[in-house]
């Protein structure tokens, strides 16, 4: 079956760290160019980072540059989102994108909860 998988989402305190993964399965994930996005109640889709194929290229968005990485183990088919100093404005529905050529696939979400 092809599909993404998140996990690694909960509930945090404000400054606390969690680590997202995205696993592949039924396609080979190194071929993609990977984005996380999430979406909050009541906003548009936000895109966080981005990481190429190769993993050597990246992007964030300004507002989580210096608190997320994102990361891949191809060999794994896996792509990672560590994120620290977490905010009450990072509470979302985090979603993997991958994307090559005409083909993407989309992950299913993982809620992340930023709260005290």
């Known amino acids: 079956q092809t599909q993404l998988v998140e996990s690694g989402g909960g509930l945090v305190q404000p400054g606390g760290s969690l680590r997202l993964s995205c696993a592949a399965s039924g396609f080979s994930l190194g071929y993609y160019d990977i984005s996380w996005l999430r979406q909050a109640p009541g906003k548009e889709r936000e895109r966080v980072s981005c990481?190429?194929?190769?993993?050597?290229?990246?992007f964030y968005a300004d507002s989580v540059k210096g608190r997320f990485t994102i990361s891949r183990d191809n060999a794994k088919k896996t792509v990672y989102l560590q994120m620290n100093s977490l905010r009450p404005e990072d509470t979302a529905v985090y979603y993997c994108?991958?994307?090559?050529?005409?083909?993407?696939?989309w992950g299913q979400g993982t809620q992340v909860t930023v709260s005290s």
């Open positions: 994108h991958a994307v090559w050529i005409l083909n993407d696939y």
């Open positions: 990481i190429s194929s190769s993993g050597g290229s990246t």
